[in-house]
């Protein structure tokens, strides 16, 4: 287990504890900061497990040492979540931590990408209100499916490159739900890609057309 081996000698000089690994272990917890890359670039400074695109902080209490890793090794090796300063939680309560702070990350890269596609897109379109469809974005994380129509649209015209599942529908509303309604087939097959699968059997069932 080469991974072990790594680990050991990456943690043990940055611990109190310099030889018993599982002891030194127990004085490093995960603090809660997390950073995407963007690309898969890194390397896990714990175990050498390379194509890491988030890393996630771990500290030791002690030394105050910090190393960046992956969250499998966090959870691989039992390290816990340090919050408030003083309160160390369970290793169940970690795992929901990381995957709260994973999903962030995530979500967060989507947005970067959609802004930067309809900034792209307010430069190509010189016609194009770019500023009141990225300040409805940052409020509702989503778009009308008008909206929406609009701007795959735009994008498309102007050869701005985007990923559909990048830019979600918003239906929650009555009027959101007539505007989806009253399109044409051909339009809603344009985004379907941009559609939940709770949002497409809502289509499927409501208006009984299948895209």
Not at 43 to 49: A, D, F, R
Not at 168 to 197: F, G, H, T, Y
Request: proline fraction near 2%; hydrophobic fraction near 40%.
């Amino acid at each position: 287990m080469a991974w072990l081996e790594s680990a050991k000698a990456s943690l043990l000089p940055l611990s109190r504890e310099k030889v018993d690994f599982r002891l030194a272990l127990q004085e490093w917890c995960y603090t809660g900061n997390a950073y995407d890359l963007e690309e898969a670039i890194e390397t896990c400074q714990l175990c050498g497990h390379a194509d890491i695109r988030y890393q996630f902080e771990v500290c030791n209490r002690y030394t105050y040492s910090e190393l960046l890793v992956g969250s499998e090794c966090i959870l691989k090796f039992g390290i816990r979540a340090l919050v408030d300063g003083d309160e160390i939680l369970t290793q169940a309560g970690t795992r929901r931590l990381l995957q709260k702070d994973r999903r962030k990350l995530i979500v967060d890269a989507q947005a970067k990408r959609v802004i930067n596609a309809l900034l792209l897109l307010g430069n190509a379109a010189a016609n194009f209100d770019f500023e009141n469809f990225i300040t409805y974005f940052q409020e509702r994380r989503a778009f009308t499916p008008s909206q929406l129509s609009l701007l795959l649209w735009r994008l498309d015209a102007n050869s701005i490159p985007y990923d559909k599942h990048d830019f979600p529908m918003i239906i929650r509303r009555d009027r959101e739900k007539v505007q989806l309604r009253n399109m044409p087939q051909w339009k809603v097959k344009k985004m379907w890609e941009c559609m939940s699968a709770s949002q497409r059997q809502w289509y499927v069932r409501d208006v009984g057309n299948r895209v």
